[in-house]
């Protein structure tokens, strides 16, 4: 199985720090998925302006082993048993090219309804769609979780406007 999380409504390339920071503003903002235990190593940085930006996440699945439904690993994935996650890490890039993060969204893997994973981890994918700016056009950030996030299984071959091949 992977995960695809479809992402839109980028905040920009430019937000505003908190109030005890220094700077103004974080400049340059991209948005990447952090690996596993290497926060510096980063999956498909996209600016904080694009349209979009979409992730395909390689995992496999097993029964829990708490027995209580479907357990996600891969390198992507982070937590433990039944507190799964994924993180989209922010951070600057600056004219080197090098990536300071300043905040992360915690995609939560256990709000995507049982029903749902089941059918992804038969049909080969779970999609997760969300838009990216919070409520002070900042980057999202904390624990992601539906609503803000819906979840559906598509087959492993379903481009990703194939609304055929969706269930929800």
Not at 48 to 53: E, I, K, L, P, V
Not at 71 to 91: A, E, H, N
Not at 138 to 148: D, I
């Amino acid at each position: 199985m992977d995960i695809r999380i479809d992402a839109v409504d980028l905040p920009g390339r430019n937000c505003r720090t908190p109030a005890d920071a220094t700077a103004l503003t974080y400049d340059n903002i991209h948005v990447a998925v952090q690996r596993r235990d290497r926060p510096a190593e980063l999956l498909d940085l996209h600016p904080g302006d694009a349209a979009s930006a979409t992730w395909t996440l390689p995992c496999t699945t097993t029964a829990s082993p708490m027995g209580t439904g479907t357990d996600v690993k891969g390198p992507y994935i982070q937590g433990r048993p039944g507190d799964r996650f994924i993180y989209l890490s922010w951070g600057t890039v600056d004219a080197a090219g090098a990536f300071t993060m300043f905040r992360r969204a915690k995609i939560m893997l256990n709000g995507v309804p049982a029903g749902v994973l089941a059918a992804a981890a038969k049909d080969g994918r779970l999609v997760g769609r969300l838009g990216l700016t919070d409520l002070k056009g900042n980057p999202l950030c904390a624990r992601v979780v539906p609503p803000h996030i819906t979840w559906t299984a598509e087959t492993g071959d379903a481009e990703p406007d194939d609304a055929s091949a969706s269930r929800t």
